[in-house]
């Protein structure tokens, strides 16, 4: 597609005397909702002031004067738009070039990028608040892979902070190692709780808290092979989850990791001259760029969020040398990455400006803020567990053949709520609802995975077709929906560029879905199996570009792809 919009713009340069360069032309380009208008259009808004004439009239010199390319048959001027109508060889051309993209997978070449997602905080239990930042960061991962980057997927582990100093506190006085063993992380969430709550009647607990967390930092053996145990015990549960998920990480340098790099640091920021004391603590001012100051070192010497995200930064420069560095946190944390990106650029970095926070929308239920404080809050292995013996009961009764049944379930339910959590543009807050997320009807995970087993189905019945490439379909005359099927195929390309651009997957889950109710329609309309020569050969190689199209965008979202359901 790209290559015609070239060809056009280059035929309309011709003819408006330099006002706009062939780019420029290209990008005022669009495609029009209706067929009737044709199958690329070109508004003529722009023209008016350099021609002092009505987009209008402008439109119908245009359409006159241009001389047709070869893939264009027919042009029309329509309110101020010139509309070009491809020929029907020109659709089958499109067709034969749909799933090439060299283009796009060079874009990224040679180049390094980390994306820092999921990184959930540990002794808590994987819950809904880190749904966004583990689907979507492992999306974005996959859309700047697909783009040739070589990415690097770091899970920033919260695994240090003064919480650990109370848990450890709460761990000697109620826990013990049976206990953790058995009940992992409920046992550890449950003495925090209990810690907390004591704490509010017993001042004295936050200060051994405190006590405790210092002597971490400084290396108690004791202590720190307590929060080595505990960090072993989440990372367990977390795994299953990521194992569920399908998904993967390069690197777990938590934020523990370093506690060894951040002296360095915290005497750069000084020799720098940043630091500042404010009420015994160290802090890097950011009144001039009307932001609180950033937090560096407690009173008591301990280290901050802040601080290990500066280290880790610094640290990541250096191994990985990235272009770019992005964070995919939920916005709340907003501030927090507009003030260390400040520090690391007073630091004088210039690679600061390749450091990139991703927000998404907080995620609510009935309402209210997720906390396991007040009982609102859903854990995702729930999540995921019921929307897997969901999809299992309905495989049970619908479909008594397919072979594997269980692995089935796991990819339907599972991509039902990768689906839902990508549907969305990321920064929209969401209310939680089951029934939303449990749904297998309409605009859902389940039902794209059924189209693309539906397409899989097809070819399976046309093997002999298949197997012998695709044959010549040439001079055949595709209908309306066809065209529009070949059409939407084409934007691929353009799609998986701007959800990089914008780091939004949602760019794809939505194609994704038009793309499905494109081939359906074509599905319904057309006899593929039971078709003739030319008409079979071109649908066939239609519904194959689908399966191959469909079943990229299902990799970039970090979905299965179902053969058969
Ligand atoms: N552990 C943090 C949280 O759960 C997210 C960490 C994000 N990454 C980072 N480099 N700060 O809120």
Redesign the pocket.
């Known amino acids: 597609m790209e290559q015609i919009k070239k060809i056009l713009a280059a035929c309309i340069a011709k003819h408006i005397d330099g006002a706009l360069n062939e780019e420029e032309i290209i990008n005022l380009m669009e495609y029009p909702a209706d067929a009737k208008n044709g199958d690329i259009c070109f508004p003529c808004f722009r023209l008016a002031k350099a021609f002092r004439k009505s987009p209008a009239a402008i439109a119908e010199e245009l359409s006159g004067k241009t001389e047709l390319p070869a893939c264009v048959d027919k042009v029309s001027a329509v309110s101020g738009y010139v509309n070009f109508y491809f020929t029907s060889v020109c659709y089958t051309e499109l067709l034969s070039g749909v799933t090439f993209d060299g283009d796009i997978t060079k874009t990224g070449e040679g180049k390094t990028i980390c994306i820092?997602f999921s990184?959930?905080?540990i002794a808590k239990k994987f819950h809904l608040g880190?749904i966004g930042t583990t689907i979507i960061g492992n999306s974005l991962r996959n859309i700047f892979g697909y783009c040739g980057y070589k990415v690097i997927a770091i899970n920033?582990l919260?695994d240090w902070g003064t919480n650990f100093g109370k848990l450890i506190c709460a761990y000697k006085m109620w826990s013990s190692k049976e206990k953790v063993e058995r009940d992992g992380v409920v046992e550890l969430e449950r003495i925090y709780a209990k810690f907390n709550k004591e704490a509010q009647e017993n001042e004295s607990l936050n200060q051994d808290a405190r006590d405790a967390f210092s002597e971490l930092e400084k290396g108690n053996a004791e202590y720190r092979e307590i929060w080595r145990s505990f960090r072993e015990i989440s990372l367990k549960e977390y795994m299953k989850t990521y194992n569920l998920l399908d998904i993967t990480f390069d690197s777990f340098t938590g934020e523990s990791f370093f506690t060894d790099k951040m002296p360095a640091v915290v005497e750069e920021l000084r020799e720098k001259g940043l630091l500042k004391i404010d009420d015994g603590a160290s802090v890097v001012d950011l009144s001039a760029y009307n932001m609180p100051p950033s937090l560096i070192l407690r009173r008591d010497g301990s280290t901050l969020y802040p601080t290990r995200?500066i280290a880790?930064a610094e640290w990541r420069k250096k191994e990985y040398d990235f272009t770019k560095c992005i964070?995919v946190?939920s916005a709340g944390?907003s501030l927090h990455f507009a003030q260390w990106f400040k520090v690391v650029e007073l630091m004088g970095y210039k690679w600061a400006k390749d450091l990139i926070h991703v927000p998404y929308g907080t995620m609510s239920f009935n309402g209210e803020k997720l906390a396991s404080r007040t009982g609102n809050i859903i854990y995702l292995d729930d999540l995921l567990d019921q929307a897997v013996e969901k999809a299992e009961k309905i495989i049970e009764e619908k479909n008594t053949t397919l072979e594997d049944k269980h692995g089935t379930a796991i990819a339907v339910g599972v991509g039902a709520v990768v689906f839902n959590a990508l549907f969305n543009s990321r920064i929209k807050d969401v209310d939680f609802s089951w029934d939303t997320a449990l749904s297998f009807e309409g605009n859902t995970g389940p039902y794209i995975q059924y189209t693309y087993a539906r397409s899989c189905s097809v070819l399976r019945k046309c093997a002999d077709i298949t197997e012998s490439g695709a044959g010549d379909y040439g001079r055949y005359e595709p209908n309306s929906d066809e065209k529009r099927l070949v059409k939407q195929l084409t934007l691929f390309r353009g799609k998986v560029q701007s959800a990089m651009n914008d780091c939004e997957p949602s760019v794809i889950t939505r194609y994704l879905l038009e793309t499905c109710g494109l081939f359906n329609q074509f599905y319904h309309s057309s006899t593929i199996i039971h078709a003739e020569n030319e008409t079979k050969l071109f649908r066939v190689a239609l519904t194959s570009a689908f399966k191959v199209i469909a079943g990229r965008c299902l990799d970039l979202l970090g979905m299965k792809k179902t053969e058969e359901i």
């Open positions: 820092d990184s959930p905080n880190h920033h919260g995200d880790a964070y946190t944390q």
